[in-house]
């Protein structure tokens, strides 16, 4: 049996196998956002940033917390932290583009509560006013509060107070730095499942925003409902759902997503959150309204194993790289910049498949979600020669030749190969590659 993944545009709806490409779609820049969240903003020392290895692993966007509090140190007095121009300016350095968050509250308005009230919010606007004009076109992105659900996900009021700063906020980000880009929601799996990103919706946020953001964790949902599998058709479902409360796609930026690595309750191994990373990168993809997604974070905060807050990075605290940094930067590239041309998952033995292109190159990335097993990889390359792959198990490989051989039958046929699939994504390129003599 072959499931096709939900929401699939109609390019897409070809069969995977013997699937006709035409010419890549033309854009100026990532078709889909590679991003990291990363708390190195307030180091305060740029020589100790790291954003060469962030873009290393061919991110281009990474998000940090733009506290209020930071900002607005003395009461009514709002100042730049001298470290901030440095940091945008060395990401810049990096090709790196900013995601700011606005928010945390301040302790000279309303004790630090959520700006609910009309004096805390208007004090919380003089904040983003003085950030989007004093930071014009350094930043590429404004993300208002992060995680405003946690409290009340449930409360219709807690909504519309949220939806009003919103509105507020991302006009004052218009008129100071009208080609930054506003996101709003920053939306939780309980705030999703408990309808507060629809609500937002119904609310009329998406007037004044240009995306709305979800942080959809699913670490702590069991067995096989944990995946990455589990997780795309359960985002394919929210998907289906805010595009009909809207009455036109919503784009959706998940500015928070990872798996844990940590020795505890709803933990996994770092190898398996490498091959978790892999498989929800190429996933993410097959949902169109999915712009982009910043792994969380970059680096562990912490060193203790049991806490599952110390172990969610691409690296361990001493900046050593865990597994998944090095498939993210073996994959990074066909992430952000291929077209997903065609798919296909076959329930009955957990394979998935994913063809992507890019000009007149074909990949086709393959894995099991369940037992490893062999699987018939066709093309219609049109001729004999041995198999060319990247195995994210192997990620420091890079793409190399394999002893797999296409069996072509005749000239102008498909062209099989069988590939021996598991948890890590191959990535399997079309062209043959013939041994020299």
Not at 81 to 102: K, V
Request: aromatic fraction near 10%; include cysteine; charge should be neutral.
């Amino acid at each position: 049996m072959m499931i096709r993944f939900p929401l699939l545009q109609a390019a897409l709806l070809g069969s995977l196998l013997g699937f006709t490409l035409g010419a890549a779609a033309q854009t100026d820049g990532p078709l889909f956002i590679v991003g990291v969240c990363s708390h190195e903003l307030h180091k305060g020392d740029v020589r100790k940033q790291p954003s060469a290895l962030i873009s290393a692993a061919g991110i281009t966007s990474v998000r940090t917390d733009a506290h209020w509090a930071y900002v607005e140190r003395e009461r009514n007095r709002l100042v730049i932290e001298p470290s901030w121009p440095r940091y945008l300016a060395d990401t810049r350095q990096h090709g790196l583009d900013t995601l700011f968050i606005l928010g945390y509250g301040n302790r000279f308005h309303g004790d630090g509560e959520k700006p609910r009230s009309e004096p805390v919010r208007a004090s919380f606007n003089r904040y983003v006013a003085h950030l989007a004009e004093r930071l014009k076109g350094q930043v590429a992105h404004y993300e208002v509060w992060n995680e405003w659900d946690v409290e009340d996900p449930k409360s219709p009021a807690f909504t519309q107070d949220y939806s009003r700063l919103i509105a507020d906020a991302a006009g004052i980000i218009r008129q100071h730095d009208p080609d930054a880009r506003v996101l709003a929601g920053a939306v939780t799996t309980l705030g999703i499942e408990s309808g507060f990103a629809q609500r937002l919706v119904e609310n009329g946020v998406l007037q004044s925003v240009d995306g709305l953001s979800l942080h959809p964790y699913v670490h702590c949902r069991g067995w096989r409902r944990n995946t990455p599998e589990a997780w795309i058709a359960w985002l394919a479902e929210v998907d289906q759902q805010l595009t009909l409360t809207a009455g036109r796609p919503v784009p959706l930026y998940l500015t928070e997503m990872a798996w844990p690595a940590h020795e505890g309750a709803c933990g996994i191994s770092e190898t398996l959150q490498a091959a978790y990373l892999a498989r929800s990168y190429f996933l993410a993809r097959t949902l169109p309204n999915i712009k982009g997604m910043w792994w969380y974070d970059f680096r562990n905060d912490g060193t203790d194993r049991r806490e599952r807050e110390h172990n969610f990075g691409l690296l361990r605290h001493d900046y050593s790289a865990k597994p998944a940094y090095a498939v993210l930067q073996a994959i990074s590239e066909i992430v952000s910049q291929y077209e997903l041309r065609g798919q296909e998952r076959r329930a009955n033995d957990d394979v998935v498949l994913l063809r992507f292109a890019k000009g007149t190159e074909e990949l086709i990335v393959a894995w099991s979600g369940g037992r490893p097993r062999t699987h018939a990889i066709e093309t219609r390359a049109g001729h004999a020669g041995n198999v060319q792959l990247l195995d994210t198990a192997q990620p420091q490989r890079g793409r190399f030749t394999s002893d797999i051989r296409w069996n072509c039958p005749s000239a102008g046929r498909t062209c099989t190969a069988r590939i021996e699939l598991n948890e890590f994504p191959k990535v399997i390129s079309t062209r043959p590659v013939t041994a020299a003599r």
